[in-house]
C-alpha cells in the first residue's frame, strides 16, 4: 500500500501513487530515472527520498524539538544525535 504525502489518500498500486503525485504537480520524473521537487528543484533518485523531501524538508518547518536546549530538528534521527551530547559522560 502506498500513502500519498500530500493528500494522505492511499493507494494500493505504486504506478497510482505516481499519477497522483503528478497531478498535484508535486512530482517531475526525468528520463534517466530522477525525480524532481518542483518547489526547490533539488533531485532524487528514488522516489521515497523525494517523497521525504516533501513531507519533511521543502517549506516546512522543523517538527522535533531537543526538551533540553530547544534545538529544531526536521528528522527525528537528527534530534536523536544531537540529543547524545546532553548526555553525561
Known amino acids: 500500500m502506498f500513502v500519498c504525502p500530500k493528500f ?11 499519477l497522483d503525485q503528478q497531478s498535484a504537480g508535486e512530482l517531475l520524473r526525468n528520463s534517466p530515472g530522477g525525480y524532481f521537487c518542483r518547489k526547490c528543484g533539488n533531485s532524487y533518485s528514488r522516489l521515497h527520498s523525494l517523497n521525504r523531501h516533501i513531507k519533511f524538508e521543502c517549506g516546512v518547518e522543523p517538527q522535533f524539538e531537543c526538551p533540553l536546549c530547544h534545538k529544531r530538528s526536521k528528522h527525528k534521527h537528527n534530534l536523536l544525535l544531537h540529543m547524545r551530547t546532553h548526555q553525561k559522560r
Open 8 to 18: 494522505r489518500n492511499t493507494n494500493w498500486r505504486r504506478q497510482s501513487l505516481l
